[in-house]
Every structure is written in C-alpha cells, then in structure tokens.
C-alpha cells in the first residue's frame, strides 16, 4: 500500500521528464535517416546486424563557430531576460507582499491576467507596439532625428527579443519572488530598525538574503525557458535576434536532421544545469546554512 | 531628571484608543513593568517608546527631550521581541554583532565584544550555532545578548518570557534580575503576568483598558491598590461594597453590606457617606477554632463552604453573615500539613484593622 501511494509522483516524473530526456540523449547520437527524422541503432550490412551510433553531432557542434556563438548569444539573452525580470519584479513583488489583504489580491490578479490571453497573441501585440508605425518607434525616431542621429527600427532587433522576453517571463519572477516575501517575519525588519539598521541596510543584510530562496525560484523558472526560447525571436527577432531555440526547431522541423536537434538540445539541457547549478551553489554559499 | 517620560500619550486604532492618556516616568536604573491584561495597550505603549508606532496625542521624552522626530533606528532603545526575531540567516555570533555592525564599528574589535556578550548570557559555546538550532531559553538569551551588547540607554522587552515553561520561565526570570543589575540598564517589562511583575520590578504601571491606573512599587500596588481594578487584578482580593460611617484620619469605620460595622485603613482622605469598596487579601485573614479578641481587629462567626488546596497554601471559602463570602488563605505549615478545617465546620474570622482596605468608588 505504501508503495503504491508512492508511486505517481515517480512514475509521473519517470514518464515526462526522464524518458524523454533518454531518448533525446539516445537520438543524438544516430545518424539522420534518409527521409529526416532517425535513422535506425541497428544495421544491417555485410557483416550481420549491428548497432551504429555517432558522435559527429557533438563533434558538429563544437567544431562550428556559429552554433557556439548561438549558444553564447542565447546565454546571453536569457541571462539578460533573467536580470531584468528580476529587476522588474522584484520591486513589485515586495509592494504586493506589504499591501493589505484585499489590495494584495487584486494585484496579484493583475500579474496574472495577461495569462488570460494567448501568449502568441501578446507577441503579436508586442510587434505592433514596436513597429515603425506606432507612435513608440515615432517618437524616438523623432528625436533621434532632432539631435541628428539615422533612426533606427526598435522591430526585428534584439531589444525587441528582449522587450518580448522580459515581458512574457515577468510573471513567473514575480509569482515565486511574492511567495517568498510574504512569508518574512515583519518582527524581522521591526528587529533590525530597532538595532540601528537604516531602509537600505534593513533590504540588504534582511529581506534580500532571505528573499534567495525566491529569487533562485524565479531565476531558473525565467532562465531555462528563456535559454530555450524561439516564438518570441522568430517572431520580434528578425534575422539579427536568432538564438539557439530556433536553430533547434529548424533541425526538427524543416532540415529534419532529429539527431542534430536532439544533441543541441541536449547541449541546451546540459547548459541550462550547469547554470542553475552554479548559481544555487553560490547563492548558498553566501547565505549560509540558516535559511 | 527621569531617563524617560511619558507625557499624556494618546494612541487610536480607527475608534479605539488602545492607549489614552497615559503618563509617567522611568528613572535611570530601573526595572519598570507596565503591567495589564491582555489588549490594555502595554505593546502599543511599548512600540511607541521604541518609536515603530506614532502617538495620535502627547509626548515622549528621553532626559527631557522631545523623541518625536527620532525614528527608531536613531532611538537608543533595544527591543526584546516575544518571538525573539533572530535573524535566521546568521549564525547566533553574526546576530549579536548585528548592532554592532550597524553602528560600524571596527570589525577586528568585533570578535572580543561578541565572546562577552554570549558570556553574559552564558552561551559561550554557541556562536557558530544558527538560531533554527536553539532552544527557545537559548534564543531568549541570544535576544537579550543583542540588545544589551551597544549597551542600550532603556532595553524594552515584550513578554520576553511568555513562550517558556514554568521551570524555564522562573529561572530566566532571576537570570534577568541579575543581568539587570549586571549591566545596569534601565529596563522597561511587558507582561501581563503580576506575579513575574511583582517579583522582577523595581515599579510598576498598572494598566487598564489604554489607561494607567496605578503606579508603584510591587508592595504599594499590592498592599494599597488605587482602586478596584488593581486589587482584584494583582493578586486574590476579597471586594466587599462599603460606605463610610465615620473618620479618624486614615481609619475609617465602615458599614460593609451584610457584614455590618469594620474598621479599615484608608490611603486617600475621604468623607462620611462616601461608597467603595472594602479590600480584604485573604492571607490578612486569620481563621480560628475559637473566639479571639483584640482591640481594633474585625471578629466574625462564619461557616467553611468550599476549600482548595494547593500545595503550600489551603484556600478556604467561607460564609459570614448574610450570605458573604470572602475567601481565606491559610498556610500549611504544620508538620502534617493541609485540611485544618472542613467544609461546614464554624470557623471565627478576624482582621487587623490595617488589613482592610478602603477604596473609594470614582
Ligand atoms: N495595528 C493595530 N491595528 C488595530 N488595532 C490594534 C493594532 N495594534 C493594537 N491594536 C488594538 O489595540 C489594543 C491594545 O493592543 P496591545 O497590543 O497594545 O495590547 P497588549 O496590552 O499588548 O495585549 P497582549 O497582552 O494581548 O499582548 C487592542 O485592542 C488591539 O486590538
Ligand atoms: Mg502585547
């Protein structure tokens, strides 16, 4: 009996994350097949039926400039996506963690109602706020020309990838940051004032070190997507905002070449980890054990 | 000068006042408990001290000057909270130091005043400790240990010792009889427990409903209690309606409702006709098998109706007159102990004249 109220969580996690993954780590390693897709492990030639597995993916990937430039780029777009979600939400969280009971709720709602619409929809919209025709692009264009600068397109450029990112992710920075904050103590920062602790001492040595936990949260719930990501740079980023998502969804979809696919993903998997890792290890090593 | 004082201080939530119009004065030196019931104002009082709360009307003073523009970072006060507040992400050592800190003091002369401190409170050993891993006398101390360690003009505590068990609560409780002298900082207590305010404090504000009704040291507000609130709230007090028949100074004679004529003991001056109450402590009783007689003392026949016993002491409730009952409290300090008398038995009452006490209504 305790065995099997056991068993959904595992067989849960067994069968959409791991399984998945293992085939995804078996795939890239096989050749493309004639029509796309796979090639089969087994092959049957001259001296009998073998297996017949590859390491050229990796080798592809490693020895091709543009495919690490795409991975670094992508590095960078989800690290800037992360810090500025971070800055944007973090400010928010904290009004909402410290408003009362019936304006909290209401806030809240409010960072969840873009949710309500589809989310290709919300680019699409994004695309025309930030296209040459819309008063945004005007303006600037308008006194970049005042002070005699050649206009620029904010569309199709990675600010707009940028812009895009920010803007879908804000919401799962926001969610686990609010959670967290309010849990604090209100005794805690009552403590630290009546100790002689000024506004910025009290948000620096109490309420951000014990906000880390959040901040990790929402962190790795911005950061993995956003390393992933390819609707929004296919859509606001032109060919100048490509990232490594789109390289991944184009051997899937249109060079259908699966194993290559597969073993960038992979990469992306793998860097995703050692990213996150990194940061948790950090973040708790500065904090310590008490949190 | 009085350290601190509080000059008509008013404070409102929405309609209620949880503090109105209190006054009164802390000396240099002192263990001062403002002492009340639960939702009388003494943490509302106590915050506005601190300076977290603002107060609607009055003034605070520290030696005379106004702390109305001082906020509490500023105020050289430290508060003891009743869930402690450690900081739970540094270890017990990094929350001593946190004032310390705060006050930039040189981090090498750091180290050597936190050891003191944690043996002021007797953890020595535990500066690496984080506070998730301490029991709550330890994070009681380690709370003490960060208030004290910049040596604070006043150290406010918010029942400190609210959370403890009994054994814990009355050990910690000679233990900050002896930190209070130790360091000699002037302490103001909140609790609204009056027997850890009697033993502990220097004075005592008796507190009711937002208002303060007494101030005194424990044996004034437990021997003369200002009015009926403070003698039924310290202690146990028999209240008898009473009204004065005649005056000798501070001896009053009264007429007490179904016991007839008493002699008492009057604090504050009075007149004939005046209404209040007689308070009698039941220990000032004393219960014999036979009559005694004495001059001024109050003689009457009564009848046992109920006793508790309780340990050290047997409570006995007992029927004089027209239906009175005043309880008695007899200690059990024979050899065999308890049950002297039993429900039924008639049993002579008598009190001094000066065990009584008038207090007047209004
Ligand atoms: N922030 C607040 N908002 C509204 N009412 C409050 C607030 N703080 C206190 N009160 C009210 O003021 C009154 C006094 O509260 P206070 O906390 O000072 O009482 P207390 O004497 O400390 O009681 P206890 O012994 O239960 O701690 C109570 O009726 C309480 O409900
Ligand atoms: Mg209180």
Redesign the pocket.
């Known amino acids: 009996m305790r065995r099997l109220l056991v068993w959904p969580p595992q067989a849960y996690l067994i069968a959409f994350f791991l399984v998945p993954t293992l085939i995804m780590v078996a795939s890239s390693f096989a050749w493309p097949g004639e029509e796309g897709g796979l090639s089969s492990f087994w092959v049957r030639d001259a001296q009998g039926i073998h297996f017949d597995l590859t390491f050229d993916n990796y080798r592809d990937i490693f020895t091709s400039r543009l495919f690490l430039v795409l991975f670094a780029r992508s590095l960078g777009y989800a690290g800037l996506t992360t810090a500025s979600c971070l800055l944007a939400a973090y400010p928010l969280a904290l009004v909402i963690a410290r408003s009362a009971g019936k304006y909290r709720n209401l806030l809240l709602l409010m960072v969840i109602v873009p949710f309500w619409t589809n989310f290709l929809i919300r680019i699409y919209a994004l695309m025309i706020i930030l296209g040459p025709q819309a008063a945004l692009a005007r303006i600037l264009n308008a006194l970049l020309d005042w002070v005699g600068l050649t206009p620029v397109s904010l569309l199709f450029s990675p600010f707009a990838v940028l812009v895009g990112m920010v803007y879908i992710y804000l919401p799962f920075m926001v969610l686990p940051l609010y959670a967290n904050l309010e849990k604090h103590d209100p005794d805690l920062l009552d403590a630290a004032r009546d100790l002689g602790a000024g506004s910025w001492q009290r948000f620096w040595r109490i309420t951000f070190p014990l906000s880390l936990p959040g901040v990790m949260a929402g962190s790795a719930l911005v950061f993995i997507p956003a390393l992933g990501a390819f609707a929004v740079p296919d859509i606001l980023g032109g060919t100048r905002g490509i990232m490594i998502g789109n390289v991944i969804k184009m051997q899937f979809l249109e060079a259908r070449d699966w194993p290559f696919g597969s073993a960038l993903s992979i990469m992306l998997t793998l860097l995703a980890l050692v990213v996150t890792g990194l940061a948790a290890w950090l973040a708790r090593r500065k904090v310590g054990a008490g949190v | 000068m009085a350290l601190l004082e509080i000059r008509h201080v008013t404070?409102r939530?929405?309609g209620?006042a949880?503090?109105s119009d209190a006054s009164l004065e802390i000396q240099p030196g002192e263990f001062f408990t403002?002492l009340?019931?639960?939702?009388?104002?003494?943490?509302?009082?106590?915050?506005m001290i601190a300076g977290f709360?603002v107060p609607d009307a009055g003034q605070i003073l520290l030696d005379g000057v106004d702390l109305a523009a001082t906020p509490p970072e500023r105020r050289p006060f430290h508060t003891v909270f009743?869930s402690y507040a450690l900081f739970p992400h540094m270890t017990v050592a990094d929350n001593i130091a946190f004032p310390l800190r705060m006050a930039k003091v040189d981090e090498r002369k750091l180290a050597a005043r936190v050891a003191a401190a944690l043996g002021e409170v007797r953890l020595q050993d535990m500066g690496t400790r984080y506070p998730n891993a301490l029991s709550g006398g330890q994070k009681q101390r380690v709370a003490l240990a960060r208030a004290l360690i910049d040596r604070p003009r006043l150290l406010l505590l918010?029942?400190p010792l609210a959370a403890l068990d009994l054994k814990l609560r009355e050990q910690m409780q000679s233990e900050l009889i002896s930190l209070q002298k130790d360091v000699g900082i002037t302490f103001v207590y909140?609790?609204?427990d009056q027997g850890e305010a009697l033993a502990l404090s220097h004075r005592i504000a008796v507190?009711n409903e937002?208002r303060v009704s007494q101030i005194g040291t424990p044996d004034e507000v437990y021997e003369f209690p200002a009015n009926r609130f403070v003698a039924d709230f310290i202690g146990t007090c028999n209240l008898l309606d009473a009204r004065v028949m005649a005056l000798d100074g501070e001896r009053v004679t009264l007429n007490v409702a179904g016991l007839g004529t008493v002699r008492a003991w009057s604090s504050r001056p009075c007149q004939q006709g005046d209404r209040g109450v007689l308070a009698l402590r039941p220990e000032k009783i004393q219960l014999d098998r036979a009559p005694s007689s004495g001059g001024e003392a109050s003689h009457f026949l009564g009848t046992i109706r109920g006793q508790m016993y309780l340990g050290d002491v047997t409570v006995y409730k007992v029927e004089i007159g027209n239906a009175v009952l005043v309880e008695a409290l007899l200690p059990n300090s024979t050899a065999r102990g308890a049950r002297l008398f039993a429900p039924g038995d008639q049993i002579y009452l008598s009190w001094g004249y000066d065990a009584g006490r008038f207090i007047h209504d209004g």
Do not use: I, N, W, Y
């Open positions: 404070k939530f929405g209620l949880a503090v403002l009340g019931p639960s939702g009388c104002g003494k943490t509302t009082l106590l915050r709360d009743q918010d029942e909140v609790t609204h507190m937002g």
